[in-house]
């Protein structure tokens, strides 16, 4: 398969790494770069060749619709893809008649981004090798026909989508209540931690008037997202585990194969005890602190005071930073350590 440089722009780092995902999960041919500011991207441009910019609209300085013809400038061969919100919709004429631009929309932008991507690159034409985005969307649309649910949606830990089946009639009324799910999401892996289970394995289910939906951890780092209708509620509920299983042991195996399971860092669940050294280190500062409150208070032995820093001395060794000798009583004396003496 052919090498692709693309290159996205985004002030939002989870972002760019959603869109580098959704990128990968076409193929392993493509090489993504990551910048953060239309003039940081005009500059890697000046550098180094690629094949794509993808940018959003939106960024603190150069916007996106300003960067595009500036970055053709210094690249003429080059095809974007700038990302928009519903907002942004009153761009699209300013940008219509551009050959090499084209548009995806916010937040419904991961199959978009698929297209345009195919069609910027002639990626059919190009005698591309099968993609691994395939089996991934190939699994969620069996898994939806298994379940005759209307939708199934692959969401990375953040709520964003990584890939999708279905008509997505549903995906604008569900955008308002995918922070609520993902607050779910991620107390139900709080709590599975707490009980042992690592990964996760859980599946919530929620009933509704127009539709119902099921949330199902795959692995920490994702969730599946099902809906369906109440129609078909209990054939669903009897299925659902039996159906399940099977399907995330599936896609977390495509996802693995495709490089997209970052290292997983284990969830710290209660406070954690001090390290033995901090404790210990605490404990002489405690000790410090009392002999030099009981010195004030009594006369001062020249003998017993070095007699107490050898003790202290020789009770840590080995514990030392490199470079660090025994401290003498002058040189205590010499820094403000001892009780002032009486004259």
Known sequence: ?????????????????????????????????????????????????FHLLIANQRLAGLSGLELLPKARQRQSALQAILVLTAADRKLEEKIAPAEWVRLVYKPDQAGQLAGAVSQ??????????????????????SLRRELDALMVTLLDDRGQIIAQAGNGKQASSLAVLIPALMATYSAAEKVSLALGADPPENVLFFSGAEYDLTLAHVGRLAALLIVSAPAVRAEIGAKLISVLRPAIND?????????LLPPQMPEQLGEQSAPEEQVEAEANLGELETALQQAGEQELDA????????????????????????????????????PEEET
Do not use: C, H
Not at 12 to 28: C, F, I, S, Y
Not at 251 to 259: H, R, S, T, Y
Not at 307 to 323: A, I, M, N, R, Y
């Open 1 to 49: 398969m052919a090498e692709y440089r693309i290159l996205i722009v985004d002030d939002r780092r989870d972002t760019r790494r959603r869109l580098r995902l959704q990128l990968e999960t076409l193929g392993p041919g493509f090489q993504v770069a990551e910048v953060s500011s239309g003039e940081e991207a005009l500059l890697v441009l000046s550098r180094q060749s």
């Open 120 to 141: 910027l690159l002639n990626l059919e034409g190009a005698g591309a090798e099968p993609r691994p985005e395939a089996s991934l969307a190939e699994r969620l649309g």
């Open 251 to 259: 896609l977390l195996q495509i996802l693995a194969d495709m490089g």
């Open 303 to 338: 003998a017993d005071v070095d007699q107490f820093w050898d003790s202290l001395v020789e009770g840590d060794t080995g514990k030392k930073p490199p470079g660090t000798g025994e401290l003498s009583y002058e040189q205590a004396q010499q820094i403000g350590l001892t």
